[in-house]
């Protein structure tokens, strides 16, 4: 049909009956004011009702007769263009999310808004009580009556903290829906400190360029010349601890904008500290930018619109940051690819790696992947050649890597010794008291699911079919494996040794720090973990305290295990290093590895040597015997045959579905149904090699009054097997259980909780 001024949107709603393209006419002045990533208002639904929506295409012609007309243009400039758009189709097509929902990933939080300025202040915002699958589900049901109160939970779908005020400016609710919300128990208020500005440039001091290793010279020789030639390479940089990763980086942006290019920079949210982000202030001043969840709505909003304008060459921040407009792309580096927070977890649930390298082919442009203990999937492909492997073998200070040391808790237990530290902990704690040198603490704690294990003999009970710990269940006293959902009751007695010192095994940061405490009346103590570092600054304060007040001991969950360089740490200690290796969790022998590794690299950073002890049931186990040499080679030759014979990533992907609701016969039976309907249609298509394995209960199998099944796929998640789940996801929403059993899939996901 021929009709002039055709706008084609995109609604924002995130639910799939409406996932496409809508085409209006507009009239001369509003069509003169739009382009591909402008915000319109649009006439919508049988009702008229108006909507906001998201220009994705202007064609010229259409299919279509009797077109509505858009009302209005509401952004002053575009959100996104076509580069950012074709970002968001891949997600949409790979992580099953609406196109809306991908785009609202991409976009800074209240764009289109105007903001008023705020200064440094405590402010009250909201966070999601329930997780993501939950709200997404409600969301949809309160719509009509309190479209509010759905705004709200959209916006917080969306982000992890939200001022009040932010809400009330963007979604237009008062403070009756938020309240609202809090009493149904599905938002919970929460306090932060802001600052309008996220680095103090005027403290930070100006820093040059080291002398290169050889090694280092290497690897920036080679970058450089990609980078200069404009082609794309993906780089795998392995280097251990301490070897000046950071360094290669700063010196190959460096180069990037001598040549009038820009770079990102990608960090987990965990190793995004002060000490990071002084390092690259230090080095380019105010032409850097920082994002990342910490930071206020005004924040993130103003340093979006410096990268938009061009004021700055190099952005720095966590998982989202790879979606920076920043001009002129130059460089992508991604600082510990390894870390699971680079996987989002709410929807879409993305992966940074992925984005990270549709961007620089998309820009023939390098992108640099760095860690000292790489994910398998990583350096499988670069010993296929699909990456380019860049190592740094040694210490840029030529310092020794720490000595490791393995204690056998088994023996501790047998000597009467009940406490969470080992005799050989504690007396290396008090000669590092006596010497003035500092100590961290680390406790090897991930997740909510704990494992069964004998004390005795270090026997840990796994799923027969599957190599992987057995998850249990306290409320109906069970062990259960999420992957093939082979349940047992719970074991009394080892079957291993007999003996009765078998039961499920956690144990907790602050117990750990009243013990020091007892042991050590005269140390100063400071523990970090989710509780003490709640406030935005609260991380900050911490390692400022540690740093500059040499306080002796520093206790921690993660937080502790990476991204810090205090050369006056001599000693580390590792806590329950067996309890990451036993969760239900085909990575948890990597992820072990990887803890137990950087964790010890922050011993003996400075002109010191480091030392660490690492206390375990299962002193014998490989995994912990290859992190005590530093072994990554030795621990990836056995863990790829491992992979390759169970079927595990990266000969296979993984393709999650969880189901919810709130009658759990109900739900089981129909997520029974839901997996024959899944292996019918594989079989229809004899190119498609899949397993679908359950359903059964997930790891946490309740939360908040609904249940929880699992339905794992193992295939190559190709565009034929994700259009399978494509169609079987679609099928779900004309289905009568959809008004009460909610469904989401995911790829390759990093936790089975």
Known sequence: MSVTNIVGVVVNRMVRNVDRVYHYTAPDELYQKMTVGSLVSVPFGKGDSEMEAYVVELPKSTEFSSLKEVRAVLSGEPLFD??????????????????????????????????????????????????????????????????????????????????????????????GAISALEKKGLIRPQQIEVYRN??????????????????????????????????????????????????????????????????????????????????FAGRF???????????????????????????????????????????????????????????????????AREIALLRAKQNHIPLILASATPSVESYWRAKKGEYALLTLSARANRMQMPDVEIVDMRKELAQGNRSVLSERLKEEIR?????????????????????????????????????????????????????????????????????????????????????????????????????????????????????????????????????????????????????????????????????????????GRGKRAGRAVVQTYMPENEVLLQAKEQDYEAFFENEIVLRKSLYYPPFCDILSLLLTGPNEAALSAFAAKTANHLRMECLKQKSIQAEVLGPGPATLSKINNKYRWRILIKCRADSAVREIVRRTLARHDKQKESKWINITAELNPNSMM
């Open 431 to 603: 000669r590092n008291l006596e010497r003035g040198e500092q100590t961290i603490l680390f406790l090897n704690r991930r997740g909510f699911s704990t494992f069964v294990s004998c004390r005795n003999c270090g026997y840990v009970v796994k799923c027969e079919q599957c190599n992987i710990a057995m998850t249990y269940h306290k409320a109906r006293n069970y062990l259960t494996c999420h992957y093939c959902g082979y349940t047992v009751k719970n074991l009394t007695q080892c079957p291993a040794c007999g003996s009765r010192y078998i039961r499920h095994f956690g144990t907790g940061t602050q117990r750990v720090e009243e013990e020091v405490h007892e042991l050590f009346p005269e140390a100063s103590v400071l523990r970090m973990d989710v509780d003490t570092t709640g406030g935005k600054s609260s991380h900050q304060q911490i390692l400022d305290q540690f740093a500059k007040e040499k306080t002796d001991i520093l206790i921690g969950t993660q937080m502790v295990a990476k991204g810090l360089d205090f050369p006056e740490v001599t000693l580390v200690g590792v806590l329950a290093a067996d309890l990451s290796l036993n969760l239900d969790d085909f990575r948890a022998g990597e992820r072990t590895f990887d803890l137990i590794t950087q964790v010890c690299g922050r011993a």
């Open 285 to 351: 001043g105010e032409r850097i930018a920082v994002l990342h969840s910490r930071l206020s709505f005004g924040e993130r909003y103003d340093e979006y619109k410096r990268i938009r304008a061009g004021e700055v060459r190099v952005v720095i921040g966590a998982r989202s940051a790879i979606f920076a407009p920043l001009h002129n792309l130059g460089l992508i580096i991604m600082d510990e690819e390894h870390e699971a927070s680079y996987q989002a977890e709410n929807v879409p649930a993305y992966h």
């Open 198 to 279: 996220p680095v103090d440039f005027s403290k930070i001091q100006r820093t040059k360029a080291l002398v290169p290793t050889p090694e280092q010279k290497a690897a920036i020789r080679q970058i450089t010349h990609a980078a200069q030639k404009g082609e794309h390479q993906t780089f795998l940089l392995h280097g251990v601890t301490g070897s000046g990763k950071t360094e290669v980086f700063l010196q190959c942006i460096e180069a990037v904008i001598q040549n009038g290019r820009g770079a990102i920079v990608l960090v987990p949210e965990i190793s995004l500290t002060p000490q990071m982000v002084e390092r």
């Open 82 to 175: 076509e580069e950012m758009l074709a970002v968001c189709r891949f997600m949409q097509e790979r992580y099953f999310c609406t196109l809306a929902a991908a785009i609202k990933a991409i976009t800074p939080p209240g764009s289109g808004v105007r903001r008023r300025q705020s200064s440094d202040k405590i402010i009250t915002g909201s966070v999601l009580a329930i997780p993501g699958d939950e709200a997404l589900l409600l969301l949809e049901k309160i719509r009509q009556k309190a479209p509010r109160q759905a705004k709200i939970l959209e916006l917080l779908l969306q982000n992890d903290f939200v001022a009040n005020s932010d809400i009330r400016i963007i979604t237009g609710a008062g403070q």
